[in-house]
């Protein structure tokens, strides 16, 4: 996948656990992508910047906070 897909389903994920709607991730798809990323840095640092283009200046802050802490572990009521 490229690093515009891999946002895109970050993406996905971070809308549905913040109420937006759509549909995200399993918690498996959530577990392998992160190790994905975590085993390849440069990846990593692309698709953030991919990301960062979805999501726009307002929700960047949050955003980072989601996939540092949330993303992983989602609420219960979104998993």
């Known amino acids: 996948m490229t690093a515009v897909e ?3 389903l970050l993406d996905a994920a971070y809308r549905q656990d913040r109420g ?3 549909e995200g991730l399993g918690l ?3 577990v392998e ?3 994905y990323l975590g085993r390849h840095p440069d990846v990593q640092t692309e698709v953030w910047a ?3 283009e979805l999501l726009g200046a307002r929700e960047d802050a949050d955003a ?3 996939l540092d802490v949330e993303f992983v572990e989602p ?3 979104h998993s």
């Open 6 to 8: 891999l946002a895109d």
């Open 20 to 22: 937006y709607g759509g």
């Open 28 to 30: 498996l798809e959530r």
């Open 33 to 35: 992508l992160m190790a």
């Open 50 to 52: 991919a990301w960062q």
């Open 64 to 66: 980072q906070y989601w």
């Open 75 to 77: 609420c219960p009521e």
